[in-house]
């Protein structure tokens, strides 16, 4: 994007949907100035919003006044504050959503409520350089097929069930080999195949049944070869349904977003795909893969330059905000 | 193991006159054999697949779309009439259908036509689903429309052959969100009329069932917003 020194906006984005407690600086030039990011571990188990939200209390001010040092800019120099509005954990997102709230009227600057899911595929297009992808979103317990089609991401295809990474994590955990990458890296010594469920309906995928069939081979065959059998087959069914969605979508390019994006086999498998239909496969690198706040920044730069943004009393946050409930009014401007 | 044949492979029949659509995973070809003008569809094999699983999917994706299509032709659904099959070549000769894919169309239609064809494909699929077929890819790609304006419904690979109201719903579903996706201005206009045209084919009853069904998926953790409307 060119913009002159003088039109140059500056945002701040705060990212507080699950773990992740981010700032972020990006410029309309395109520039992440700032990303600075502190993730909640918990002592054991999983995540708990309250205590994850507590943390993020505790850390605001610090990350917010290590982003501006690392940009080195004042916060007179901003001209919006972005935060994740949803979806996410309440708890979590009500923190981000706060600390964004008083900046923006302590300094009287617009204030801006990115979708989180809209700001993964949005830093994956601006760090990539590809310009009008097919999607496909495998972060957190999600796992969706969308493009960008009149006005919003549509969601082509999803997930009828539990998310790709979720099967095989659990099927890692229960097998006590581990979550991911601990299947893939068994599945490369593996040999022959056993045939699982594979269902595919159009667009979308189902990874239950898959994941119980696997589970009762457990221990009757070996397990690298299991490995190899679900990872096949999980991939198959996620590089097919993209492969459908590229041509409905009629699209040349491919972004894959989140964490299933770092699988290798994955990678070779879509990349495969692409090439018989003259395709771009991009992926976002692991700085910006996980949650942080640049891309809420640079998102809330987008959302800034066309208009979107909120009066204080519409910020409530929205813990369940379908990615396809967002306008993305900057890719009409051509941005 | 397969050997890995060229797409075109030497066993083919006819002569191939035109390849019509080359689709996620099929190439349609326009053929003429003997004066006599088809097409054939062949499921190509995926280098980026497992052997074993390629071999496995399109084998049986072939077999089950010639057994879908031979029932939904005694059912009286208009769908393209198969005339040969190759398995192994995972390839079916079928009737030519002069037309084109209702998604290439559809937005450029008058609404009066738009509301037409959506009442008859609600007929069609409200026949279909009573007869105990779910289709599985229902997309306005995979919807034909012919000159005269007739529609046919094409491409059964992923379709089932079951009674269970939860396929059948997710055929519903997948047909809303691609118009939801790809002709949104339409789909309210459209889905109304569709909904129309399956009930006087399958009842209201049964259509009933079949929305709730539909709500249910939506609901499953997905279209959440639509779940936290419903507490």
């Known amino acids: 994007m060119a913009a002159s020194k003088l039109d140059e906006k500056l945002v701040l984005g705060i990212e507080s949907t699950a773990h992740t407690f981010g700032v972020g600086i990006a410029s309309s030039s395109g520039k992440i100035l700032a990303n600075v990011n502190y993730v909640y571990r918990p002592r054991e188990g999983g995540i708990h919003p309250r205590e994850a939200a507590q943390h993020h209390s505790r850390i605001a001010a610090k990350a917010l006044r290590e982003a501006l040092e690392q940009a080195g800019v004042k916060p007179i120099d901003l001209d919006g504050i972005a935060f994740s509005i949803g979806p996410g954990m309440g708890p979590c997102l009500r923190v981000g959503a706060t600390v964004a709230r008083a900046i923006a009227l302590r300094l009287g600057k617009p204030l801006i409520g990115v979708n989180h899911s809209v700001a993964h595929i949005e830093i994956g297009r601006l760090i990539t350089g590809c310009k009008d992808p097919v999607v496909l979103y495998v972060a957190g317990g999600n796992t969706m097929i969308t493009s960008y089609i009149d006005g919003r991401y549509r969601i082509l295809g999803e997930t009828l069930d539990i998310a790709a990474g979720n099967c095989l994590d659990v099927f890692g955990i229960k097998a006590g080999i581990g979550p991911m990458p601990a299947p893939e890296e068994y599945a490369r010594r593996g040999e022959r195949f056993h045939s699982l469920p594979y269902r595919v309906k159009g667009m979308d995928v189902s990874f239950s049944g898959l994941l119980t069939a696997a589970l009762k081979l457990l221990g009757e065959v070996r397990l690298e070869d299991l490995c190899l059998s679900i990872t096949e087959t999980v991939y198959s069914m996620l590089t097919e349904t993209l492969e459908r969605a590229l041509a409905y979508a009629e699209k040349e390019e491919i972004l894959l977003v989140g964490g299933l994006a770092r699988s290798r086999r994955l990678m070779e498998m879509i990349e495969e795909m692409a090439k018989l239909h003259d395709a771009k496969v991009y992926a976002v690198p692991p700085e910006y893969a996980g949650d942080n706040g640049a891309m809420i920044a640079w998102t809330g730069v987008l959302q800034l330059i066309a208009g979107q943004t909120l009066r204080i009393e519409d910020s409530r946050v929205r813990p369940r905000f379908r990615l396809d409930e967002a306008e993305a009014r900057w890719r009409m401007l051509g941005l | ?231």
């Open chain 2, 1 to 231: 193991m397969e050997d890995a044949r060229p797409i075109e492979g030497g066993m083919m029949i006819g002569e191939k006159l035109e390849v019509i659509r080359i689709g996620a995973e099929a190439i349609i070809s326009r053929l003429e054999w003997n004066g006599f003008k088809m097409v054939s569809k062949h499921r190509v094999p995926k280098p980026y697949r497992f052997p074993e699983l390629d071999r496995w999917i399109r084998d049986r994706r072939t077999l089950h779309e010639a057994r879908v299509i031979t029932s939904l032709r005694r059912l009286g659904i208009p769908c393209p009439a198969i005339l040969l099959m190759d398995r192994s070549e995972a390839t079916l000769y079928l009737q030519l259908i002069e037309g084109v894919e209702l998604k290439k169309v559809l937005d450029s239609l008058p609404a009066e036509e738009v509301e037409r064809l959506a009442n008859e494909l609600g007929r069609m699929v409200g026949r279909m689903h009573r007869g105990g077929v779910a289709h599985g890819d229902l997309t306005t790609s995979n919807i034909m429309l012919d000159r005269m304006g007739n529609l046919y419904l094409i491409d059964f690979g992923l379709s089932a052959i079951t009674d269970d109201l939860e396929e059948l719903a997710v055929d519903i579903h997948l047909l809303d969100r691609s118009l939801e996706s790809v002709h949104h201005r339409l789909r309210a206009a459209f889905m109304r009329s569709f909904l129309k045209g399956y009930a006087t084919a399958a009842g209201m009853d049964f259509l009933q069932a079949l929305i709730e069904k539909v709500k249910e998926i939506r609901s499953r953790g997905r279209y959440v917003e639509e779940r936290r409307k419903r507490h």
